[in-house]
Nanobody, 123 residues
Framework: VQLQASGGGLAQVGGSLTLACAAS?????????VGWFRQAPGKEREFVGR????????RYADSVRGRFTISRDTAKNTAYLHMNSLKFEDTAVYYC????????????????WGQGTLVTVSS
């Protein structure tokens, strides 16, 4: 199983950016809950949000709720993290991860991880 995160880059405060997480052939987001996490410099990796494998719900960290949205395109076998109203504190390496179960915030509950993509928010 391989996950490829992409779409990171430089964004301005108040701007938007969309990250993508593509899964390798044979791995389907319809069979997996996808989670997004981030790790800022000098900080621990933290939960951003997740999209349930059954498509019945999403959950977000308080710090991003109302600004970030997770979606998936099963035809493209890709999940997305849409980030709006970006803040300086959103600067981090963002990771996608999957689990065949119904995890929430716990990092250990996710089985496979992408390599991460860097998002830098500046003025």
């Amino acid at each position: 199983v391989q996950l490829q995160a992409s779409g990171g880059g430089l964004a301005q405060v108040g701007g938007s950016l969309t990250l993508a997480c593509a899964a390798s052939t044979g791995t389907f987001f319809s069979d997996n809950t996808v989670g997004w996490f981030r790790q800022a410099p000098g900080k621990e990796r933290e939960f951003v949000g997740r999209f349930r494998r059954d498509g019945r719900g999403t959950r977000y960290a308080d710090s991003v709720r109302g600004r970030f949205t997770i979606s998936r395109d099963t035809a493209k076998n890709t999940a997305y993290l849409h980030m709006n109203s970006l803040k300086f504190e959103d600067t981090a390496v963002y990771y996608c991860a999957i689990s065949p179960r119904y995890p929430n915030e716990e990092i250990a509950d996710y089985d496979y991880w992408g390599q991460g993509t860097l998002v830098t928010v500046s003025s």
